[in-house]
């Protein structure tokens, strides 16, 4: 993907060869054929089960339509598109998307990135043998998250409140809580992300080189300016990586919300996805439904746009 | 030394908090109810391994299980074939429309599953296919096509052309350069595409909530959900239907720690 340049050079060459080859043996018709075939089977399964769908998403998304039988639905042009914006329970479920955001992208990214300068500043050695550990609740299914962390935040016989309790601190009713229920779903997501960040940020900082360091050592920079003037600009690629993930792992909230509070207490945690569920499929208004999925698309991907915007890998 | 204890100690710590809630859930899994509730790092006094079979059977974990291993195996072997097909496609040949082909195959990358879910329903229920396993691999086999044909088309371009022009001098057919040449060499990635198309199928969740109703046809991270919500305050065997699932996690990620690690920060494209 970065290397366009040598990758076509590399596929002009090999195809210079092959046209040579082919043409000497007298195959030549044959091998016009080949390529194509070799893609079809996962050309089929693609479309089918990819592309339909998501050209389905656009044109539901214009229709009226109960799910139930085709010849209810109706052609409405961009009505659900005016209902949305309408739709105060839209605008809802986008905002708690937006709030979420910072605890699902930007605090996991800020967790690992501290603790991984400081880890690289003081030349620890052996910090890959916490990288296990690290990255292990990374890979866990997002239920699985909400699950476990539903009974270690359950307000009566949890483990943290517990130990809040032991410690005489507070307690709090967390997922059931009206203010806390949002940052809680958070900080789960949060916690799941921050030994990946951590990882992919120690792995970036050992790719810069120690010159760079002692450069900015003999210049006298202390460790802050050592932090600003080359980690920080070390890790652009890093940096993008990370909040890229992060970004498109933030879409887990689905899991891990529809796994504790389901949306409440309220609808204090009802982000877009969820809503949409409930439209399409509970109250059978699969064209509603839709308009909300291309919306969800349409902010995902301006938000991934941002990203490369400001830490655009294009530099390197 | 005395310096950096305290960083080691601020990694340590980190640690802990990203594997004490795996630790603890291990914990409550074997224990009774009451001993649940006296402490939570307390060890059981005899381990109540009833609790899994109570989640096995009564669960009906048994199914999930066999469901997810049938529906990972039935996904990652077929998406593994075909896109060292269809990335061979892309890396050996120039052909008309290949440009077009190549970002029409990595619309996926993109679009999430949440953006396509209301659809793929219709179209399942078209195809007569909700409620079946099917309904579960023949999308995951596509929604893997894109990222499977980069990473496979990537793969074949790094290895050395001479390799693959001297296999066709020898005469080898396209077919034969591509299953033993070609796709040997890349063993490396075939793995870790493996790896990574297990690990996306084995915890997806949004397609078989919507797709699958009759719990027969569940898969393990629908059924903690519904098991869950019946056993609500029986922590122990919602631990052990935890563990359960995580397990076999745990193990490939101990296995295949370095590639995976490398692998997902790869993964970075995927959508």
Known sequence: ?316 | MIKKLPIYALLLLGCVVAIVPFLVTILASLKTRTELVQGVLSLPEVAQWENYTTAWTQGNFDRFFVNSILVAVGVVVPSVLLSAMSGYAFARFRFRGSKFLFGYMLIGLVIPLQAMVIPLFYLLRELHLLDSLWALILPQIGMSMSFGTLMMRQAYLSIPREIMEASICDGASSWETLWKIMFPLSRPIVGTLGLLFFIWTWNEFLLPLVVNIDPQYHTLPVGILYFQQRWTSDIPVIAAGSTIIFTPLIVMFLIFQQQLVKAITAGAVKG
């Open chain 1, 1 to 316: 993907m970065h290397q366009p340049s040598l990758s076509s050079t590399l596929d002009s060459a090999v195809e210079a060869k092959l046209v040579s080859t082919a043409s000497r043996s007298g195959r030549r018709s044959r091998e016009a054929w080949e390529p194509y075939l070799y893609l079809l089977p996962a050309f089929i399964v693609f479309t089918i089960f990819v592309a339909v769908p998501v050209a389905g998403t656009v044109i539901l998304s214009l229709t009226a339509w109960n799910g139930i039988s085709w010849d209810t639905a109706e052609f409405i042009a961009l009505e659900n598109y005016t209902t949305a914006f309408r739709d105060d329970a839209f605008w809802s479920s986008l905002g708690n998307n937006l709030k979420l955001l910072p605890y699902f992208v930007i605090l996991p990214a800020v967790l690992g990135l501290i603790p991984a300068v400081i880890v690289h500043q003081a030349k620890i050695r052996g910090a890959k043998i916490f990288q296990a550990g690290l990255f292990l609740p990374y890979i866990m299914p997002g239920v699985l998250i909400g699950v476990v962390w539903k009974w270690l935040l359950n307000p009566v016989f949890g483990p943290v409140n517990d130990l809040l309790e032991r410690l005489g601190l507070p307690t709090r009713t967390w997922l059931g809580d009206f203010t806390w229920a949002l940052p809680t779903v958070g900080l789960i997501g949060a916690w799941a992300a921050y030994g990946f960040c951590f990882v992919v940020f120690i792995a970036g900082l050992q790719k810069i080189s120690t010159e760079l360091y002692e450069a900015a050592r003999l210049d006298g920079a202390n460790g802050w300016q050592e932090f600003r003037a080359v980690s920080l600009p070390g890790l652009k690629r890093e940096i993008a990586v990370v909040l890229s993930i992060n970004l498109i792992g933030a879409l887990r909230a689905f899991d891990v919300i529809r796994a504790t509070t389901e949306g409440g207490p309220g609808f204090e945690t009802r982000v877009l996805a969820l809503y949409m569920i409930d439209v399409a499929f509970n109250a059978n208004r699969a064209g509603y439904g839709s308009a909300l999925a291309v919306l969800l698309a349409i902010v995902t991907l301006i938000l991934s746009g941002i990203v490369l915007k400001l830490f655009g890998a294009n530099d390197d």
